[in-house]
Nanobody, 115 residues
């Protein structure tokens, strides 16, 4: 069974930065399509950023140029660097082993951006 551990959420002022990290354990294979979703109150969960292959990335239009997804040094680790944060980025951010929706999910980490 796969477990995902997320870290790095918190409260930040608009224009600030946060870095989220996620490590998957319990499987010896590499997850090529890891990524991050988010869900704001009253809204559907949406893809923020993810890998569509071992090296190709995909971003939501709303975060392009501000967020960067990267793989960590440890296997099955993915990071999300979030810069120039806006109040509308406030949400619970979830790590997943597959951006296609058929993987495992983390427990979520709260990101709150104050204006």
């Amino acid at each position: 069974q796969v477990q995902l551990v997320e870290s790095g959420g918190g409260l930040v002022q608009a224009g600030g930065s946060l870095r989220l990290s996620c490590t998957a354990s319990g499987n010896i294979f590499r997850f090529n399509a890891m990524g991050w979703y988010r869900q704001a109150p009253g809204k559907q969960r949406e893809l923020v950023a993810g890998f569509t292959s071992s090296s190709t990335t995909n971003y939501a239009d709303s975060v392009k140029g501000r967020f960067t997804i990267s793989r960590g040094n440890a296997k099955n680790t993915v990071n999300l660097q979030m810069n120039s944060l806006k109040p509308e980025d406030t949400a619970v951010y979830y790590c997943t082993t597959s951006i296609w929706g058929n993987g495992s999910w983390g427990q979520g980490t709260q990101v709150t951006v104050s204006s």
